[in-house]
């Protein structure tokens, strides 16, 4: 049973930072390209990041890059997702996910459809 276990949320200031980490069992980390989307109240559910299998591929939202940094460790089946600069906006309850076949199209990547399993999440809010 694959599972997936976000941390690492919390309440920061504007400006601040923090690190998400996604802990992923019951699959082969190096065999899967992993992501992370954002859902905030009333709104959709959007694509943050995303990562190929071995790293090489990675993937943005425009309103994020030059600010979070998507990594992984695949010896410890482990992704990151380090925030730095946050705004208000960013404020979301962030989930990692991983699809379950191999990627190729950046559409795909940027797809929450294309990823069957998913964490819980962990909120974010940014706020002074």
């Known amino acids: 049973q694959v599972q997936l276990a976000e941390s690492g949320g919390g309440l920061v200031q504007p400006g601040g930072s923090l690190r998400l980490t996604c802990s992923v069992s019951?699959?082969?980390?190096?065999?899967?390209?992993m992501a992370w989307f954002r859902q905030a109240p009333g709104k959709e559910l959007e694509f943050v990041a995303s990562?190929?299998?071995?790293?090489?591929?990675?993937f943005y939202r425009d309103s994020v890059k030059g600010r979070f940094t998507i990594s992984r460790d695949n010896a410890n089946s482990m992704v990151s997702l380090q925030m730095n600069g946050l705004k208000p906006e960013d404020t979301a309850v962030y989930s990692c996910?991983?699809?379950?076949?191999?990627?190729?199209?950046?559409?795909?990547?940027?797809?929450?459809?294309?990823?069957?399993?998913w964490g819980r999440g962990t909120q974010v809010t940014v706020s002074s």
């Open positions: 996910a991983v699809p379950n076949q191999e990627l190729f199209r950046e559409s795909s990547y940027r797809t929450a459809r294309r990823y069957p399993h």
């Open positions: 019951g699959l082969t980390l190096s065999n899967y390209a």
């Open positions: 990562i190929s299998r071995i790293g090489g591929v990675l």
